[in-house]
């Protein structure tokens, strides 16, 4: 982990920052945003490299967006899936002041900068991993748990212009980074953050749901609600897969009424697929139903 001052001078003292600029009516800051251009047909659509600046929108945009990804095709939109939740989380930073930085975040213990330093962080990590299959030298996401989390206390003290700069930076080195990597390299093998062996290409979905939940946990007016269905299903499928068995039933009353889990379960936990997933991640109890009292609390995830 480079210092403070050693990070300053590699992004630059006056390099652009996502809030703060002069802004032009109607507009409120600037963000990055990853548009569509040139040909990398393995990945399902022709991408280009970077396009930085575009405008920062409200969270309703945002959820218009949300239901603009759940009509396309998954096969097809992977790497814009893991682009539009990196504008997700670049508007939400947007939204916040220099001061609002250091509020707490949802997760105990972690202001909305820590939220931002993770995200840094994992987007090295996920590089790592990205590496890993372009050369077959192992490069394992972290070193170990005490590495991460050191990582992640000292970038969280960045000036508020260098961090947002930060999170910008390293989203657009991975991006490069899924680009040139070959087709034929996207099924090697790598070792996941929790030990789980997954190819390559499974590092798509690996940033793009870090991105959507920790963008919830920056408390910044975007709730699960705010998620694409199909983001929130695929993320919700996964907690679930991650429980012991024969432990609980998941009973959504929104937008399709089903149930995932044990349908033999005696307890059982019942909201929209929203609240759900925000529940089952260990967020919140808001618009859940439980046939215990109180609610109880998620099995662990991550």
Not at 12 to 40: E, F, H, K, N, Q
Not at 258 to 266: L, V
Request: charge should be negative; hydrophobic fraction near 40%.
């Amino acid at each position: 982990m480079p210092s403070t001052s050693s990070v300053n001078n590699r992004l630059g003292a006056s390099g652009p920052p996502c809030r703060g600029d002069p802004l032009p009516a109607a507009r409120s800051s600037r963000v990055i945003y990853l548009t569509m251009t040139s040909s990398a047909p393995h990945l399902g659509g022709n991408f280009t490299r970077r396009s930085e600046v575009m405008w920062c929108r409200s969270v309703a945009d945002m959820s218009n967006d949300a239901k603009a990804i759940n009509n396309t095709e998954p096969a097809n939109t992977e790497l814009a899936s893991a682009r539009a939740a990196t504008t997700f989380v670049a508007d939400l930073l947007c939204s916040l002041s220099d001061a609002q930085l250091d509020a707490d975040s949802l997760l105990p213990g972690w202001t909305r900068r820590h939220v931002v330093a993770h995200l840094a962080q994992n987007a090295l990590a996920v590089g790592r991993l990205v590496s890993w299959a372009a050369t077959g030298v192992e490069t394992p996401m972290y070193e170990s748990r005490e590495v991460r989390d050191r990582d992640i206390d000292e970038t969280a003290l960045l000036a508020p212009s260098t961090l947002c700069a930060l999170f910008r930076d390293t989203a657009t080195a991975l991006d490069e980074a899924w680009l040139a990597l070959p087709e034929s390299r996207w099924s090697c093998e790598v070792r996941g953050g929790q030990g789980r062996v997954v190819p390559a290409s499974a590092t798509l979905w690996m940033r793009t749901r870090e991105l959507w939940v920790h963008g919830v946990d920056l408390n910044a007016g975007a709730g699960f609600d705010a998620l694409p269905e199909r983001m929130l299903r695929r993320t919700l499928v996964d907690v679930v897969a991650s429980w012991p068995a024969d432990r609980i039933r998941l009973d959504l009353t929104g937008p399709t009424v089903e149930s995932i889990g044990d349908q033999n379960a005696q307890n059982s936990i019942s909201g929209s697929l929203a609240d759900v997933t925000g529940w089952a991640t260990g967020r919140t109890t808001l618009g859940i139903s439980s046939s215990e009292s109180p609610v109880p609390t998620a099995p662990n995830w991550l």
